[in-house]
């Protein structure tokens, strides 16, 4: 374990033999950091935190940090839970979860593996960001905001409250979003709006010429037939093969409770 001398790590704090702690950096009582980890210097790192294995943190990041919710009570510690092999770069927010009673026991803020979270960032309370996500300086993401895996968010964007960003969506820099992103799709603007599938990032991420045929027909009957969301979706059901893509997409339009972007 090495410690800078100036750094402040509280001595109920759970540190794993080999993590790197950078000068000036606090660690509060109730974390645990695992195995391979690198904090640089001048973060903090608070609340209930759970960080993995293999974590890079760049100076100035602040996890678990009180959340900006005016309902949370100060005499109540939230959580924050992060994944593995993430890239944290600096001057990043993660708040701990909002813990506005004891019966908010089980909320929390969490982050997946293998993530780039770019300089700027801010992740809101109780926001969850699935694996292999990349979001790109200075994008915003307030509370309750779900990403799912594989879900790229371009630089200086913001999200709304309890939006949902399906994954293997691509959501273009400086965009508003204040509904559901579908899965699979390219967006962009202010207000956001749908523009076609994630063509480039389905080819990277392995998907077959079938299974982008299949994303870019659902894309055409959704957005293109002039049905609207809930006749599309039952042309969807009728015309497209049986597939995860196509699982994925409908399950993601039923469960939508802001609606989808259009």
């Known amino acids: 374990m090495k410690i800078h001398a100036t750094a402040i790590v509280h001595p109920d704090a759970e540190l794993a033999e080999d993590v790197t702690i950078g000068p000036y950096t606090i660690i509060g009582a109730h974390v645990r950091i695992g195995l391979g980890t690198v904090v640089g210097p001048h973060c903090v790192i608070e609340g209930r935190t759970v960080i993995g294995k293999h974590n890079r943190v760049a100076s100035s990041a602040q996890i678990g940090v ?5 309902k ?11 994944g593995d092999k993430n890239d944290i770069r600096e001057h990043t927010v993660i708040s701990a979860s909002t813990m ?7 909320r929390i803020t969490s982050l997946g593996n293998s993530c780039l979270i770019m300089s700027g960032v801010h992740i809101g309370h109780d926001c969850h ?23 790229i968010i371009g630089g200086i964007a913001g999200v709304h409250q309890d939006v949902v960003i399906g994954t293997l969506t691509f959501v273009g820099g400086m965009s508003r979003k ?21 063509t480039v990032g389905l080819k990277r991420n392995g998907l077959d010429d079938a299974a982008r045929k299949r994303v870019k027909e659902m894309y055409r009957i959704l957005y293109r037939s002039n049905l ?12 497209v093969d ?13 469960n939508s409770k802001r609606g989808i972007t259009v």
Do not use: W, Y
Not at 72 to 82: A, F, M, P, Q, T
Not at 100 to 106: I, L, Q, W
Not at 131 to 150: E, F, N, R
């Open 100 to 106: 506005a009673s004891e019966a908010d026991e089980d």
């Open 178 to 198: 204040i509904t559901d992103v579908p899965p699979f799709m390219l967006a962009e603007g202010v207000p956001c709006k749908v523009h076609g599938p994630n």
């Open 66 to 70: 009180l959340s900006q919710d005016l």
């Open 228 to 239: 609207n969301v809930s006749h599309a979706v039952e042309e969807i059901d009728r015309r």
């Open 129 to 151: 960001v699935g694996s292999g996500c990349i979001m790109a300086t200075g994008t915003g993401l307030s509370g309750h905001v779900t990403m799912h895996d594989k879900a």
């Open 72 to 82: 949370h009570r100060s005499d109540l510690v939230g959580r924050c839970e992060i």
């Open 242 to 254: 049986d597939s995860p893509e196509k699982k994925t997409l409908l399950d993601f339009i039923h």
